[in-house]
C-alpha cells in the first residue's frame, strides 16, 4: 500500500457545482438480468484515512455484474474499507461493446446523524481526475470526460480511457454538498473467474506429512498434510488451515518438484476474496511506525528439494487474497516460512507438559482470562496430531465442566476440550497455535491446573497436571498516552473536535502500540 500526502482543495472537489439535493438511494436490489456473481476485480484503490491518502492495487475482491439486453449493471464499482452500503450503477451496453455509464448517479444515502446534526446525504458516484503535483494529489471532477466506459469483451469487463494525457480517472464517491468521500477507484477491470477448485485424478493415494514452518513473527508451527501423486505429478491437500480441504498441484522433475503460483485455494467469505496459493521471496524491512516487518516478494514459482525421505522449500509458500501478489491473507497460517515436510506415521506417545502462562482480573460481566500454553509435541519433543488431543481444566482440585447455563455460546457441557475448539467466551486459539486463552466466570481466584491427552487407536495417555500454584494474578503496567491525534468521520484530521460532536482519536502509547476510539465531545 502506497501512502501519498493528500490536499482536498474545496474548488477543486466541488469544481463549482452546487450541493445535490437528496433524492432517491439509488439500486440497492439485484437488477432483473443475467447475473454472473462470479467476477475477479482488479483495480486501483483510493482510500482517504487518517489525513493521508492511501493508494492500492486491489486483487481478486469478488463482485457481480447484470446484463439485461442492453441495460448493464455494476455492484459496488468503489468498494472500500469501511462501506457497508449495497449498490448498483447502470449503464448501456453498445453494438461496440462499449458499456457507457452516464454520471453522475446517485448510489445510496447516508443516513442523518443526530449527535453531529448533519441532515441525510446523497451519495453519487462521479468521473474525477487524480491530479499530481509533487507528493501532493488532489482530486478534480472530470467535467469535460464525466462518463465511465468500460469495455466488455470476452467475459472480461476494462475501464476505457483510464488515464488521458498521463492523468489517472477514478470513480469517486461525493456527498450531497460536493465534497469527495475520500474513495474512489480506477484501473479497473473485472473478469468473470472460474471457481472450480483443483483436484487430483480420482483414485490417487495419499501419504501424511508433516509441514513444519514459522511465520512472520518466528513462531513455529507444525500441521499435516496430504501428499498425493498421480504420474509426473505431486499433489499437497490441506496446506492452510482455512482452506484444509484444498490442493495445490506440483510438477515432478528427479529430486525437485515445482509448485507454480496462483493456484486457485477458494473463497474467503468474511471479506469476499478469492484465496491463492503464491510462491514469495521475503526480506525484512521497517514500516512506517519504525517497527520492523517482513516484504514479501511474489515469485513465479516454489520449487521442493528432496533431502533424505524431506523435502525442503526454496522459498515462502503464502496463501493470499487475489493474484499476482504477495499479500498474505488474513486467516492465520496464511504465511508458511522456510517450510519443510516429512512422512508423518502417527504412534501412541505421551504429550509433553502444558503451563498456565497468565491468570488475568476478573472483569464482570466478561469472567477472568486464564492463558495456556499445550504443546503439540510428546515428551522427546516429536509431533503429534492435534486433531487427536484434548484437555482437561481442575479448579481447586475437581474436574471442570464448562455449561451452556454459564457459557452461552456452547449447547451442551464440555469436559474434555478438543484441541482446536476455540469459541468467543469460552476458548480462543487460532489454528496451529498452541497458545488458548480460556474464561473462567469466578470472581474468586481458584487453584486452576491444566491436563493434555493425546489418543491414537483408542490409547489415551496424559501429561502431568500443571497448575497455578505461584503465579500471582497479572497485574501488567499500563502504558502512558504519549501523542493524540483528532479526526473526523470521514478521516480528515483535526486540531480539536467541537462540543456536541463525534470525532475518532488516536493514541500512540509508550509501548508503542496504537489505540482508536470514537468519542463523543
Known amino acids: 500500500m502506497k501512502k501519498v500526502l493528500l490536499t482536498l482543495s474545496i474548488a477543486a472537489i466541488i469544481g463549482g457545482t452546487m450541493p445535490q439535493a437528496v433524492s432517491a438511494a439509488g439500486i440497492q436490489d439485484t437488477p432483473e438480468g443475467k447475473e454472473y456473481d462470479n467476477m475477479y476485480r482488479s483495480s486501483k484503490q483510493y482510500l482517504q484515512m487518517w489525513g493521508s491518502l492511501y493508494v492500492n492495487n486491489i486483487e481478486g475482491k469478488i463482485s457481480s455484474i447484470v446484463i439485461d439486453g442492453k441495460d448493464f449493471y455494476m455492484y459496488k464499482p468503489v468498494d472500500t474499507f469501511g462501506n457497508s452500503y449495497p449498490y448498483w450503477i447502470k449503464g448501456t451496453l453498445g453494438d461496440d461493446n462499449l458499456v457507457v455509464f452516464t454520471f453522475p ?75 469527495f468521500t475520500g474513495t474512489g477507484e480506477g484501473n479497473i477491470n473485472w473478469n468473470v473467474f472460474d ?40 499433489w499437497i491437500k490441506g496446506l492452510y488451515g482455512y482452506f484444509s480441504d484444498s490442493w495445490i498441484k506440483g510438477k515432478i522433475d528427479g529430486d525437485k518438484v515445482t509448485f507454480a503460483t496462483d493456484q486457485y485455494l477458494g473463497i474467503y467469505t468474511t471479506e469476499m476474496y478469492y484465496y491463492f496459493f503464491q510462491a514469495a521471496d521475503w526480506e525484512e524491512g521497517i514500516s512506517e511506525w519504525g517497527d520492523p516487518e517482513i516484504h514479501y516478494i511474489p515469485q513465479p514459482a516454489v520449487t521442493l528439494i528432496k533431502e533424505g525421505d524431506k523435502y525442503v522449500a526454496d522459498k515462502a509458500m503464502l496463501m493470499t487474497f487475489g493474484m499476482k501478489t504477495a499479500n498474505p491473507g488474513m486467516p492465520s497460517g496464511s504465511v508458511l516460512l522456510k517450510p519443510t515436510f516429512a512422512p508423518y506415521n502417527e504412534v501412541p506417545a505421551t504429550p509433553a507438559n502444558p503451563a498456565i502462562t497468565f491468570v488475568g482480573e476478573y472483569y464482570a460481566p466478561w469472567g477472568r482470562s486464564v492463558g495456556i500454553n499445550i504443546p503439540a509435541t510428546d515428551t522427546e519433543g516429536n509431533f503429534i496430531n492435534p486433531d487427536n488431543m484434548y484437555y482437561n481444566i481442575f479448579i481447586n482440585g475437581e474436574l471442570f465442566t464448562f455449561t451452556p447455563e ?48 493425546y489418543t491414537v487407536n483408542g490409547e489415551t495417555r496424559k501429561s502431568a497436571k500443571v497448575g497455578t500454584a505461584g503465579i500471582e494474578t497479572a497485574n501488567v503496567a499500563t502504558p502512558e498516552v504519549v501523542t493524540t491525534e483528532w479526526y473526523n468521520l470521514q478521516g480528515v484530521r483535526i486540531d480539536s473536535p467541537a462540543a456536541g460532536t463525534i470525532a475518532i482519536r488516536r493514541d500512540r502509547l509508550s509501548d508503542g502500540s496504537v489505540k482508536t476510539a470514537k468519542i463523543i465531545r
Open 105 to 179: 448517479q446517485d448510489v445510496y444515502v447516508v443516513p442523518a446523524n443526530e449527535y453531529l446534526g448533519t441532515p441525510e446525504s446523497q451519495v453519487s458516484a462521479k468521473m474525477a481526475k487524480v491530479v499530481t503535483n509533487g507528493d501532493v494529489q488532489e482530486f478534480v471532477e472530470d467535467t469535460e470526460n464525466p462518463n465511465l466506459v468500460m469495455k466488455w469483451e470476452n467475459n472480461t469487463l476494462t475501464q476505457v480511457d483510464a488515464e488521458i494525457d498521463g492523468v489517472p480517472r477514478i470513480v469517486g464517491m461525493y456527498n450531497s454538498d460536493g465534497t
Open 195 to 234: 471457481t472450480t477448485l483443483p483436484t487430483p485424478p480420482a483414485g490417487t493415494e495419499t501419504t501424511q506429512y508433516v509441514c513444519n514452518t514459522t511465520d512472520a513473527w518466528g513462531n513455529v508451527s507444525n500441521r499435516i498434510v496430504e501428499f498425493g501423486t498421480a504420474g509426473d505429478e505431486l
Open 406 to 453: 454459564v457459557y452461552a455460546a456452547l449447547t451442551e457441557p464440555m469436559t474434555d476440550i478438543p484441541y482446536t475448539f476455540s469459541e468467543t467466551g469460552v476458548v480462543v486459539t487460532n489454528d496451529g497455535s498452541a497458545d488458548h486463552t480460556i474464561t473462567l466466570m469466578m470472581e474468586e481466584t481458584p487453584v486452576i491446573e491444566v491436563q493434555s491427552a
